[in-house]
């Protein structure tokens, strides 16, 4: 018989047991009615023989051994009964449960879909290593390094090559670019990945360059494009212009090595040069040039081998190679120059900096949700407390009867527990919707990146949910439980409901509670503060630029296989197409959007004249067609604009903004007298120009931040610095997603295989410069607000409380003469100390914690008076409001009645 | 009334697997073989017989099974079990050994005495 049986046959075992006693004092009976005792006396003697029956069924009980188990199903019956009992207390524990436990799930569920869970389809991760460069930024090491790391080395079992480009994929019915995978032959043997179908790259296939056109292509891509065609593996489809034989279909679940981020297909590395898009390093073959680190490494380890191990073997190789071609600090992408090589285990997001970006708001997102958990759980304390309170009687005749205080306090916490596993049931529940909410708030990277999550709930965030959720009830029901089980008995039985020692004790407690909850709420409002003046602020900002009622759509006619000839057709053709579309008002194009993901500088020295390397002006360099500045919305200051006649035949100008001119030339007052001088721009041959307008300053460079000085600019005519990856901006009449449509059947009229990149509004581009302000502000405001609403549940509640206990003494104080107004006065004035302890105490939290989001707020200070001030005032004014409606309800004690109810 | 001895510790259960050892038998019968075989002179506490039934029933030294008894009633019969019969001889032994020792002490000190 197991313990369970035991347990599941309870009522048996009692009945069985119950029989047996019963059998023994019948069988003494009777021998001792035959001994000549009377049938009374012979009873008694036969129970005087076994002692009390009922002890001895409870040292029986004890000897079965699952004793602990039933007093749990006990309490637990009992628990669920006083929880039945009270719905309305319940409801309101559990939905306060809800939203604390329901945060943190949905936060677990983002930090463990980003950072945290394996990659899918891979065969033991645990063995799998990346080679990072230094702090891990982006690609980290060079064709020719990964061939000597991967032969010299003896630490991995094999070791393989990615990089990602956008390919062009044509399928005669609509072109797109997707981001492709271009990967050594390793690749998917060194991940452990089986093909659904086909085959994987073979070992010759990354022999000769330009000679193994075949592509493997993703699970998802294969049935959104392809209708899970069977047939597929074979046939032939058109990437960049070349045709590719499809060899496999990768396992589902698999879309690269780097999760958010989707890849649709594979190509082998021996392809880079049909999958070049970088419009800059035409002269760094990426399969030679031992200082083009576009690529990124995973390795395999041996077995028995540890990954600090195989670091220092790795570091070993790489340190020879560096002393015997060092690279050039402007060629080393990483910007501390660190050379060193570093191995990181492959899990959710691996590359350095979104890493980076990821944890850092991971931790942000935590502290969050963590911190409203506890405003829960303080409220949900609050509430217990005021329930013992109401208990009293009831422990106390529990004690009285014999029970331990340690039974008692395992009961009260079976009940604490019971009610965070509901609301963590129902917190599961609130997770999926705030993570759906959340997925709204993805970055808007634009296509080809398309950024995937799976949010969906696994196992870990059951278990994660799950022991929050004791953690959780413990804790709440911890000290309500202590405080609980040690009434003083005697008064209690005498329903003394005032005694005054006891009552002392736990509003001390509940104060605490109250404090702690306001200078949360606090220090989280004032972060939400900071990051809506940054978003204000962002909204006032002066871009230099107007991206209203702008379309944009990029091209990399690189791609296409265009050489420049048919490149600068294309584009001319394409322009005067667009400018006769109806609703168009100007059309012209950039080598660069504005807050785009791409920027390029280059060094704009003033010609006759020796500036030393070390003071050279860098200037953003970017080209443009006629009629640029009216489209984008950048005023031009003095000057004229580029026209038809600036062609590659006509003598090389130039436009430089406002800032430039004056770095250039310090010496002038009014930009005006920039014009007719000459620069020379560009690195190794530089191009001499005259300037012949002056713009004013824009804010366009890189996406990541709004609040960056703009940069100092060079334009040049589009005509004289051709640019195979461009973009077309179309200034409309009104909303400019209605010309889409007619944009992408110009483009197919006149290259029906061309697909139009990132084919959005202007406006939508930039608005990835303050996703993250965004972002924060929308769930920082939630969970503040959410925070903020808890408190003054409590503060509510305990002011509620407090009036109800000093009925009383209202009573006599209006019988005495008090007004009204007197007795409102005493009760906010107590919760309004409260209130400011507790918001001192936020105040000193939040400015400790402002500083930690000093680098995603702009335009504000982390200490800003301002939102501090605003803040403190919103949180007094709630509190007061939470105070008010219990005193009011005081003042209409009746005094006589409240004088007689003792 | 008879001068009864209180049992040393630890001795119940042995007495108990020794007396069931014999063959099947019911509570209230093992008390009685107990009180009758060491002639009066062992107290079985009856309070104390049930608890240490179900104590070698949970360790498995013992199985019970419903039978009824002679006088035609429904009664809880015990039964010792393999490992319940190891137990004892084991514990029979040590038990033989002690009081082996114990007597040869007595012994030893009369004799010192005398």
Redo the contacts between chains.
């Keep these: 018989m197991t313990w369970w049986h035991r347990l599941f046959h309870r009522r048996q075992h009692e009945e069985q047991l119950e029989k047996e006693l019963r059998h023994h004092l019948d069988q003494h009976t009777s021998d001792l009615m035959v001994q000549g005792y009377s049938p009374e006396e012979a009873r008694r003697q036969a129970r005087l023989g076994l002692g009390g029956p009922e002890q001895v069924k409870e040292m029986c009980r004890d000897a079965r051994g699952t004793r602990w188990l039933e007093e749990f199903l006990q309490d637990l019956r009992f628990g669920v009964r006083m929880l039945l009992k009270n719905p309305g207390f319940t409801l309101v524990v559990v939905a306060t449960l809800a939203l604390g436990i329901g945060a943190n799930t949905a936060i677990f569920g983002l930090v463990d879909a980003l950072l945290l869970r394996p990659l899918p389809a891979v065969k033991a991760p645990a063995e799998l290593v990346l080679l990072m460069r230094g702090d891990g930024g982006g690609p980290t090491i060079s064709y020719p390094d990964f061939t000597v790391l991967r032969e010299r080395n003896e630490v991995l079992s094999d070791l393989a090559l990615y990089t990602q480009a956008p390919i062009s994929f044509g399928n005669n019915v609509r072109s797109e670019v997707v981001l492709g995978g271009v990967v050594s032959a390793n690749y998917f043997d060194v991940l452990g990945i089986t093909p659904t179908l086909g085959r994987t790259f073979l070992p010759e296939e990354d022999r000769t360059p330009g000679g193994h056109s075949v592509v493997v292509l993703s699970h998802s891509f294969w049935q959104s494009r392809f209708n899970s065609d069977r047939t597929l593996v074979g046939k032939t489809i058109v990437l960049n212009n070349r045709q590719f034989t499809i060899v496999g279909i990768a396992p589902p679940g698999f879309d690269g090595e780097t999760p958010p981020m989707k890849v649709s297909m594979w190509v082998p590395v021996m392809m880079m040069s049909t999958m070049r898009w970088e419009p800059q390093s035409a002269t760094h073959d990426p399969l030679s040039d031992r200082h083009n680190e576009n690529f990124g490494a995973v390795g395999r380890l041996k077995q028995g081998v540890s990954v600090i191990e195989a670091q220092a073997a790795l570091e070993t190789i790489n340190r020879q190679l560096e002393q015997t071609d060092p690279t050039p600090p402007e060629r080393s992408l990483n910007p501390n120059n660190d050379r060193s090589l570093r191995l990181i285990s492959p899990q959710g997001i691996m590359i350095g900096s979104i890493r980076e970006m990821a944890v850092t708001s991971s931790r942000l997102a935590g502290a969050t949700v963590l911190t409203v958990l506890l405003i829960a759980c303080a409220n949900v304390a609050n509430l217990l407390m005021a329930r013992a309170a109401r208990r009293r009687k009831e422990v106390a005749v529990r004690l009285a009867m014999g029970a331990t205080r340690w039974r008692l306090i395992r009961q009260l916490l079976t009940e604490s527990v019971l009610l965070a596993l509901a609301g963590a049931t129902a917190g599961l529940f609130l997770a999926y919707w705030i993570n759906q909410l959340l997925m709204a708030f993805k970055p808007p990277f634009p296509p080809p990146f398309t950024f995937t999550l799976d949010l969906s709930f696994d196992i870990r965030t059951f278990a994660f949910t799950f022991l929050l959720a004791v953690v959780t009830g413990v804790i709440f029901g911890l000290v309500p439980a202590l405080q609980a089980s040690r009434p003083d008995v005697l008064p209690a039985l005498k329903d003394e409901s005032n005694a005054e020692s006891p009552r002392v004790r736990w509003l001390n407690l509940r104060n605490a509670l109250v404090v702690t909850q306001v200078a949360l709420s606090l220090a989280l409002l004032i972060s939400t503060g900071l990051f809506l003046r940054t978003l204000r602020y962002a909204r006032q900002i002066d871009l230099g630029f107007k991206p209203d009622q702008v379309l944009a759509a990029s091209f990399n006619l690189r791609l296409q296989g265009y050489d420049e000839a048919k490149g600068r057709e294309f584009y001319g053709q394409i322009l005067e197409r667009l400018e006769r579309l109806p609703g168009v008002q100007t059309v012209s194009m950039s080598n660069l959007l504005p807050l785009g993901f791409m920027w390029l500088s280059t060094p704009v020295v003033p010609e006759n004249r020796e500036v030393p390397p070390n003071e050279r002006v860098f200037a953003g360099d970017v080209s443009v067609g006629s009629k640029y500045f009216e489209t984008i919305g950048t005023p031009l200051l003095r000057g004229r604009d580029f026209t038809m006649q600036d062609t590659i035949k006509s003598s090389p100008v130039a436009i430089v903004s406002e800032k430039l001119a004056h770095s250039l030339w310090p010496e002038i007052n009014d930009p005006g007298e920039a014009l007719g001088k000459r620069l020379r721009v560009g690195r190794s041959n530089p191009i001499s120009c005259e300037v012949i307008g002056v713009a004013k300053d824009a804010r366009n460079n890189i996406f990541n931040r709004l609040d960056r000085e703009p940069e100092s600019t060079i334009y040049r005519p589009f005509m004289q610095n051709y640019s195979a990856l461009a973009s077309l901006i179309v200034r409309t009449d009104g909303d400019p997603r209605s010309l889409t449509s007619a944009v992408r059947r110009e483009v197919a009229a006149l290259d029906e295989n061309l697909p139009p990149q990132n084919l959005q509004p202007l406006a939508e581009t930039v608005s990835l410069a303050s996703w993250s302000a965004r972002t924060g502000a929308a769930v920082l405001g939630v969970f503040g607000l959410l925070g903020l609403v808890l408190a003054a549940i409590g503060i509510y509640g305990v002011m509620s409380y407090s009036v109800s206990r000093r009925t009383r003494e209202i009573g006599l104080r209006m019988a005495l003469g008090a007004e009204t107004r007197d007795v409102i006065k005493l009760i906010v004035k107590q919760g309004l100390g409260l209130t400011l302890i507790g918001a001192l105490i936020g105040l000193m939290l939040a400015i400790a914690v402002t500083r930690l989001l000093a680098s995603l707020l702009y335009g504000v200070t982390a200490t800003d008076p301002t939102t501090f001030a605003g803040v403190v005032l919103f949180v007094i004014g709630v509190a007061v409001l939470a105070c008010y409606l219990p005193a009011r309800r005081a003042t209409k004690v009746d005094p006589m009645k409240a004088l007689r109810c003792e | 009334m008879k001068p009864k001895s209180d049992l040393p510790q630890g001795t119940l259960d042995l007495l108990i697997l020794k007396v069931v050892a014999l063959g099947p038998i019911?509570?209230?019968a093992i008390?009685?073989r107990l009180e009758q075989v060491s002639r009066g002179v062992v107290q079985v506490?009856?309070?104390?017989l049930?608890?240490?039934l179900?104590?070698l029933e949970?360790r498995g030294l013992l199985v019970a099974d419903?039978k009824v008894t002679e006088t035609g009633?429904?009664?809880?019969f015990y039964r010792v079990t393999r490992k319940g019969q190891t137990q004892l001889e084991t514990e029979a032994a040590g038990w033989q050994r002690l009081t082996q020792a114990v007597s040869l002490i007595l012994k030893m000190s009369e004799g010192g005495a005398g």
């Design positions: 019911h509570g209230y008390a009685q506490p009856q309070g104390s049930y608890p240490a179900h104590r949970n419903w009633r429904e009664a809880k």
